[in-house]
């Protein structure tokens, strides 16, 4: 069976993260897509230009509307625009049970530019953290969810465990923002810490890394994976699709990555 995966995300016109990055990402890997905005943004691979967000009755009717009709078998949140959007999403999680949630805490996009304000950012962790089945912070996220001023690469599994403690079933902190030649995640749920090791891919086009992360371990859940199992292969399927991302050209900043690239036949960069 085809599963049905639902993105709860902001639009990114530039294709490459955002709402436009899930539905890649769940085509790319065989589910059916659907999607609810919360909010859009003008941004290109450069930088986020202008925000507007939903409102939260708005973006509660489309889940209302959406969840009355389809099946959904897990379900992504990513840019959510305000703390109304984030109570709107934590009545639906409620009201019909969801169990496969993954929760993306976006906060800032590649850029460095914002897109969230910082009582949105407080409202996911005090109100939609407790209800994920795994959150997926990067460094900067991990630590503005813990008041902390920055977060050295030792300490990776020591603030996923303290962000299990506010509620979250398990926590992946990725560690895409630190250097050296490989790119490690750790996985922390009841048993303890995973490490998650791949290869580092020296390429700027990093833009939706995140997006296409979350998402693919969405898909991985609703086929009814294990969460170790559907977060190995989500990094592996966003590995490929770094590998393949300089094929693509798109805009001048940070591009995206490749989410089709089990179909491109073209040269393969030398890694
Ligand atoms: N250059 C890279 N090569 C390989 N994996 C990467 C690279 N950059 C990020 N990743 C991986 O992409 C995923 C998203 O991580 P990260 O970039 O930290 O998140 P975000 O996009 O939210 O800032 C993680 O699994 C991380 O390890
Ligand atoms: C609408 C939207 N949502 C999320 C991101 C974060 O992107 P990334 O995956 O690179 O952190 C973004 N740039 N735009």
């Known amino acids: 069976m085809i599963p049905t995966v639902l993105s709860v995300a902001g639009s990114d016109p530039s294709g490459?993260?955002?709402?436009?990055?899930?539905?890649?990402?769940?085509?790319?890997?065989?589910?059916?897509g659907a999607a609810v905005l919360t909010a859009l943004t003008a941004q290109n691979t450069r930088g986020v230009t202008g925000v507007v967000p939903v409102s939260g009755e708005f973006v509660e009717k489309q889940l209302t509307t959406l969840f009355e009709d389809l099946d959904v078998h897990s379900v992504k949140t990513g840019m959510l625009g305000s703390p109304e959007v984030v109570d709107a999403v934590v009545k639906t999680v409620m009201r019909y049970r969801i169990r496969r949630l993954v929760v993306d805490p976006v906060m800032v996009a590649t850029s460095g530019d914002r897109l969230v304000s910082e009582e949105t950012a407080a409202a996911i962790r005090d109100r939609l953290l407790p209800l994920a089945a795994v959150i997926t912070p990067?460094?900067?996220?991990?630590?503005a969810l813990?008041?902390?001023?920055d977060i050295q690469p030792e300490q990776m599994a020591e603030a996923g465990a303290m962000l299990r403690d506010l509620g979250a079933s398990a926590v992946v902190v990725?560690?895409?923002?630190?250097?050296?030649?490989e790119?490690?995640?750790?996985?922390v749920d009841a048993e303890g810490a995973h490490e998650l090791r791949g290869d580092r891919v020296p390429t700027k086009n990093t833009h939706g890394t995140g997006c296409t992360f979350a998402s693919a371990i969405a898909v991985g859940l609703a086929n009814g994976k294990p969460l170790i199992d559907a977060v190995a292969d989500a990094k592996a399927y966003l590995t490929e699709a770094l590998r393949a991302a300089d094929s693509l050209h798109v805009g001048?900043?940070?591009?995206?990555?490749?989410h089709f690239h089990a179909l491109w036949t073209g040269p393969r960069r030398a890694n």
């Open 252 to 258: 001048s900043g940070y591009g995206p990555v490749h």
């Open 146 to 149: 813990l008041g902390w001023s």
């Open 138 to 143: 990067n460094l900067p996220e991990t630590a």
């Open 16 to 32: 490459g993260a955002g709402i436009q990055a899930d539905l890649k990402t769940f085509s790319a890997l065989g589910a059916y």
């Open 183 to 187: 790119a490690i995640d750790v996985l």
């Open 174 to 181: 990725k560690g895409g923002h630190h250097e050296g030649p």
